[in-house]
């Protein structure tokens, strides 16, 4: 197994949601919303003083939408250096999550000046990005691709996989290895904002059997490609312990706040008023805000998972997946973990499946038995090894 010796990833997330707003129109998107407000500077500066008490701990902050480069430069030419300059015993770290269509020259050098690491969309090649995001969608965010690497920004993608684009998923991984781009992917979730909130969600069976597709695809061309969730949930049976945050109990750690200063969970409850925990103007300190009825509710998850995944062998580093997946289409009852733990399971028990199998073989050849007699391969299936040294090697 992996040794501990990798830096803890920073463990205080607050994610700044400057408007919910955005110019495209996803066809499965549940967090954007026409009209929403866009956050103020004296906003900014009351995120600043509610911090000043709140914690001592190394932060990041991640600005998420909606679309946050909706808010301008002038935005985050003042935003950056408040929070940077005012928080230092907070260190800050930056992340932005954006589409890039409305990036500037101005806004990549604003960005460029802080180092910030972009997290972008997309759904693979052309028309079926485009089929599912919208029309011109690919264009306007390979224009501002192409104007972040040319200002020194990092961009990485994330690909939604859909009930429907999951049928191309050979096409959609050869895009990104073809591309050279590191593969980040995510299941659709289903809409709370639309009339048929499963078209386009991803079921918990199908994002399984996709994960262990991606598995082998990434061990055959591991000197090709990046699979970043693939390496997560590797991490997490290797080490014992999940390292992002649908694997960790994230509801004492990460906190969102709105365009008007309310503060949430997370990003993802941005915009429903049950989820509002308080307001960065009153200053509210990590007690009330676990004492706010969302904060009950996320801490009652908590215990929740503690009961109910008490049997399961992979409680230690899943903690039952995302709350918000489990608590959000049941209006706030909590009624069962993170729905996509049957794809949870299954890639955690492929991968501890694998990785026992390769070392009892390798103790078997140790102790002179035959390839075939150590090794009883179900199939004839690409090495999980290779993973485990890479992913130690880079500790
Ligand atoms: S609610 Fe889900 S997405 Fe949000 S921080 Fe928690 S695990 Fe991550
Ligand atoms: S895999 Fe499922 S049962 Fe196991 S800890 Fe995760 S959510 Fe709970």
């Known amino acids: 197994m992996i040794r501990q010796k990798r830096k803890q990833k920073r463990p205080f997330h607050v994610m700044i949601i400057p408007t919910l707003g955005c110019p495209s129109k996803c066809a499965y998107c549940w967090s954007s919303e026409v009209g929403s407000p866009i956050m103020s500077i004296e906003t900014v500066r009351e995120i600043v003083a509610w911090l000043q008490d709140f914690r001592i701990d190394p932060v990041t902050f991640t600005f998420h939408g909606g679309e946050p480069l909706l808010a301008g430069a002038d935005f985050y030419r003042q935003a950056l250096p408040l929070l940077t300059k005012e928080l230092p015993q907070l260190e800050p770290n930056f992340a932005l999550q954006t589409n890039l269509w409305m990036l500037t020259p101005e806004l990549a050098d604003v960005l460029a000046e802080y180092n910030i690491p972009i997290g972008s969309s997309l759904d693979g090649p052309q028309e079926l990005n485009d089929l599912q995001r919208s029309e011109g969608y690919y264009e306007r965010t390979m224009r501002g691709y192409r104007l972040a690497k040319e200002h020194g920004l990092q961009v990485q993608f994330i690909c939604t996989f859909t009930c429907y684009s999951e049928q191309f998923k050979e096409d959609i991984f050869n895009f990104f290895m073809s591309n050279d781009l590191t593969l980040k992917l995510h299941p659709a979730l289903p809409s709370l904002r639309s009339d048929e909130p499963d078209r386009w969600a991803l079921s918990p069976?199908?994002?399984?059997?996709?994960?262990?597709?991606?598995?082998?695809k990434y061990l055959e061309n591991m000197d090709r490609i990046e699979v970043r969730n693939i390496n997560d949930y590797a991490r997490c049976v290797f080490t014992g312990r999940g390292t992002v945050c649908t694997f960790v109990d994230c509801m004492e750690n990460t906190f969102a706040v709105g365009p008007d200063g309310s503060i949430?969970?997370?990003?993802?409850f941005v915009g429903m008023p049950e989820y509002v925990m308080g307001n960065v103007r009153d200053r509210p300190s990590q007690q009330d805000l676990a004492q706010s009825p969302a904060g009950l509710r996320m801490r009652a998850f908590k215990d929740y998972v503690d009961r109910e995944c008490k049997g399961c062998k992979h409680i230690r580093y899943c903690r039952g997946g995302c709350p918000y997946n489990a608590i959000a289409p049941t209006n706030g009852e909590i009624k069962?973990?993170?729905?996509?733990?049957?794809?949870?399971?299954?890639?955690?028990?492929?991968?501890?499946?694998r990785f026992n199998q390769e070392m009892m073989g390798s103790m078997g050849l140790e102790m002179g038995l035959s390839a075939k007699t150590a090794s009883p391969s179900k199939e004839n299936r690409p090495a999980i090894m290779p993973l485990v040294r890479k992913l130690a090697s880079n500790q």
Not at 205 to 216: C, T
Request: some cysteine.
């Open 205 to 216: 069976e199908k994002y399984g059997e996709l994960l262990v597709y991606l598995l082998d």
């Open 264 to 268: 949430y969970p997370c990003y993802r």
């Open 336 to 353: 069962g973990v993170d729905p996509h733990c049957l794809a949870y399971k299954r890639i955690f028990d492929e991968i501890a499946e």
